[in-house]
Nanobody
Framework: QVQLVESGGGLVQPGGSLRLSCAAS????????MGWYRQAPGKERELVAT???????NYADSVKGRFTVSTDNAKKTVNLEMNSLKPEDTAVYYC?????????WGQGTQVTVSS
């Protein structure tokens, strides 16, 4: 059974940084793509960043230049480096991994940006 386990969320002041990590298990096959989504209170879940097995990335306009997504295909991990965080980045962040067209999701990790 495929499982995605996230870590690294927390409380940070505006302008600060956080790193989220997600480790996948339960399959010998490679996910493509992997990435991160987020959901703020009262809003729909939205894409933050994705990365393919070949390293092609896609970012939401709101995070371009501040967030960096990376992956280790061999270890089946995906990371999100978040810099220059803003209060509007506050949300539950979900790891996502696609395997042969099927979406898998992590349980979510809370990121709160507040002074």
């Amino acid at each position: 059974q495929v499982q995605l386990v996230e870590s690294g969320g927390g409380l940070v002041q505006p302008g600060g940084s956080l790193r989220l990590s997600c480790a996948a298990s339960g399959t010998i096959f490679s996910f493509n793509p992997m990435g991160w989504y987020r959901q703020a209170p009262g809003k729909e879940r939205e894409l933050v960043a994705t990365i393919t097995s070949r390293g092609s990335t896609n970012y939401a306009d709101s995070v371009k230049g501040r967030f960096t997504v990376s992956t280790d295909n061999a270890k089946k991990t995906v990371n999100l480096e978040m810099n220059s965080l803003k209060p509007e980045d506050t949300a539950v962040y979900y790891c996502n991994a696609v395997l042969y067209g099927f979406d898998y999701w992590g349980q979510g990790t809370q990121v709160t940006v507040s002074s």
